[in-house]
C-alpha cells in the first residue's frame, strides 16, 4: 500500500513540477511528399543572354501566403483537374476578391518581370498624381533602351498624367514610365526606391525593382505570388481598371512642336478576346522572356493569373494566361492552396532582427514551461490524445490518496486497540 501511495505521489510531482520530457507536444513530424512536376509544353529552343543569379532562398519568404506555396513544383488542390501545360516556368491563379490561391507552379521562385514590373509602378504611383496634370517630357524621361517599347513622348512636349498611364499599360511605354516615375517622386531613380517600398508594404517579399519600366537592370527580380500580390492592388484601384480596359487612347498633338497626335491600342489581347476579361500586362525582353499578368470575371468571380518566363510559341503568353484563368473557374469556389497576404499585414508581424533579409513570422504565444503546461494547453485545445489520459491518471491519484487515508484509519484504529 506504501509502495502504491509513493507512486502516485510521485505521478503528480513530475505532472506538477515537469521532470525532464518534450518541450512541444507536436504530433509526429512525417516526411512532406515530393513536388509534384509542373505540367509543361515543349517550347522551341531560343539564345538569350544567361540568367543572373537570383539571390539565395529565403525559407521565410517561400512560405508566405501558406507552407503548401513553398514549392519548385505544382501545387493544386486535392482532386483538381490537371492543369492546362504551358512553357512558363512559374505561374499562379488566384481569386481577386477572396485572396485565395487556386494553384500555383513554382510560386515563390525568382523570375524576371519585364514589363509586367511597371504593374508595381502603377500600385505605387497611381493615387499620388492628379489624372488632370499636364507636364513637360524631358530629355532624361526619353533615355531608354534603343529599340525597346515606347509611346513615342517628344522632348519638350506636353502630356496628361492620365494620357501617360494610359500609354503606360496599353503601349508599355518605357518613356511614359520613366516620366511617370519622376513626376510621382521626384526622379526615375526615386520612383524605383518608392516601387520597392511599396512592394515591401504589399509583402512582396521577391520583387526588387531597378527601373521603373521593367527593363532589365541588376538585381531585378520578382515571383509569380508577388506579382499575383501587386496586381490585386492594382485591380482594387477603380482608375486603373478602366484604364487596363482600353482599348485605344489618343496621344495629343504638340503644336509648338509641330507634330501631330496619334493613336495607340492595347497589347493586351486579352480583352478583345477573352470573354469576362478586366485587363492586364504584356511583358517581353530577351532576358526575361514572355511575363504575363491577366484578370477576368465570370460567374460572380474575379481571378487573376500571372506567368513568368514563357516562349510564345506553340502558345502566345495571353494564351496561356487564358487557359489558366479557364482552368480556375472550373475549380470549385472553396479551392485553395494559400492565400495573398493583405496590403500591410507582413509589417504588422514581428520585425526581423536587424540585418535580417526577411521579416520574421507572426510571434506565437509564450510557451507554457514543463509538461504540466503542455499537457495543460493540448487538453485546453480539446486534444482528447492528453484528456483521456489525463482523466485517467487523474483517476489513479485520487485513488491513490484515497487508498492512503484508508490505510492511514486502518493503522490508526489498530494501534489505539494495541494501546488499550
Given amino acids: 500500500m506504501r509502495a502504491r501511495a509513493l507512486a502516485a505521489t510521485t505521478v503528480l510531482a513530475l505532472l506538477v513540477t515537469g521532470a525532464p520530457a518534450p518541450a512541444h507536444a507536436a504530433p509526429p513530424v512525417t516526411a512532406a511528399p515530393a513536388a509534384a512536376p509542373c505540367p509543361r509544353l515543349p517550347a522551341p529552343k531560343v539564345t538569350r543572354p544567361p540568367r543572373p543569379t537570383p539571390p539565395p532562398p529565403v525559407p521565410e519568404e517561400q512560405a508566405i501566403g501558406g507552407d503548401a506555396l513553398a514549392t519548385a513544383g505544382l501545387v493544386a488542390a486535392p482532386g483538381s483537374p490537371a ?134 537592370g541588376p538585381g531585378q527580380f520578382t515571383s509569380a505570388y508577388d506579382l499575383a500580390l501587386i496586381a490585386r492592388a492594382c485591380f482594387a484601384d477603380a482608375r486603373f481598371r478602366q484604364y487596363a480596359l482600353t482599348e485605344r487612347t489618343q496621344i495629343p498633338a504638340q503644336p509648338a512642336l509641330k507634330k501631330g497626335g496619334f493613336q495607340i491600342q492595347n497589347e493586351n489581347q486579352l480583352i478583345y478576346r477573352y470573354p469576362g476579361a478586366l485587363g492586364g500586362k504584356t511583358g517581353f525582353t530577351e532576358l526575361a522572356r514572355h511575363s504575363y499578368v491577366g484578370a477576368a470575371q465570370r460567374g460572380g468571380r474575379r481571378l487573376v493569373v500571372t506567368l513568368l518566363g514563357a516562349e510564345s510559341r506553340p502558345v502566345r ?27 500591410g499585414e507582413l509589417d504588422a508581424e514581428r520585425v526581423a532582427p536587424s540585418g535580417s533579409p526577411a521579416a520574421a513570422r507572426p510571434t506565437p504565444p509564450p510557451e507554457w514551461r514543463g509538461p504540466a503546461g503542455t499537457a495543460l494547453r493540448r487538453m485546453a485545445d480539446g486534444d482528447w490524445q492528453v484528456i483521456v489520459p489525463a482523466a485517467g491518471l487523474l483517476a489513479l491519484i485520487v485513488g491513490g490518496f484515497a487508498a492512503v487515508l484508508v490505510a492511514r484509519r486502518g493503522r490508526s484504529h489498530r494501534a489505539g486497540r494495541r494501546r488499550a
Fill in 317 to 343: 503568353g495571353w494564351q496561356q494566361g487564358a487557359q489558366l484563368l479557364d482552368w480556375g473557374f472550373s475549380l470549385p469556389r472553396d479551392a485553395s492552396v494559400g492565400r495573398l497576404v493583405d496590403p
Fill in 83 to 216: 492543369p492546362p501545360a504551358v512553357t512558363a516556368t512559374t505561374w499562379l491563379v488566384a481569386d481577386l476578391d477572396t485572396g485565395a490561391v487556386l494553384g500555383a507552379c513554382g510560386p515563390h521562385e525568382y523570375g524576371i518581370p519585364a514589363s509586367t514590373q511597371k504593374l508595381l509602378l502603377a500600385a505605387t504611383l497611381l493615387n499620388r498624381l492628379d489624372p488632370k496634370q499636364v507636364a513637360t517630357a524631358t530629355r532624361a524621361d526619353l533615355d531608354i533602351e534603343r529599340g525597346s517599347s515606347a509611346v513615342g513622348l517628344l522632348v519638350g512636349g506636353r502630356y496628361p498624367v492620365e494620357t501617360l498611364w494610359l500609354g503606360l499599360l496599353l503601349q508599355s511605354g518605357n518613356d511614359a514610365a520613366n516620366m511617370l516615375a519622376r513626376l510621382g517622386a521626384g526622379s526615375a531613380r526615386a520612383g524605383v526606391a518608392e516601387m520597392n517600398a511599396e512592394a515591401h508594404r504589399l509583402g512582396a517579399r521577391q520583387t526588387h525593382a531597378a527601373t521603373p519600366s521593367g527593363l532589365d
